[in-house]
């Protein structure tokens, strides 16, 4: 018997019952409505709680890198001119 066989055999038999589609822990949560700015801005806020302030100094290199990719970088720029604006 070959695999393909077993693998049938196995299944019609009810061996593979369970439910193995995906479910996120997120998956009933409504989507965050809020803008990457304001994020970065409450980041900031929970950082600065923490003592552990970033500097984005790779902030120059993603702007040119969101030029390249026509804009795909847009929201970790965003973020980060949020984050930035609170200090």
């Known amino acids: 018997?070959?695999?393909?066989?077993?693998?049938?055999?196995n299944y019609e038999n009810g061996l593979y019952n369970r439910d193995y589609s995906y479910h996120s822990?997120?998956?009933?949560?409504?989507?965050?409505?809020?803008?990457?700015?304001?994020l970065g801005q409450k980041r900031f806020e929970e950082d600065k709680q923490r003592g552990r302030v970033h500097h984005w100094f790779s902030r120059p290199i993603l702007k040119f890198?969101?030029?390249l990719t026509k804009g795909r970088l847009t929201e970790i720029l965003d973020f980060i001119d949020g984050y930035q604006?609170?200090?």
């Open 1 to 9: 018997m070959n695999l393909h066989d077993e693998i049938k055999k």
């Open 85 to 87: 604006s609170k200090k």
């Open 65 to 67: 890198m969101n030029r």
């Open 25 to 38: 822990s997120f998956s009933n949560e409504a989507k965050n409505e809020t803008s990457d700015f304001v």
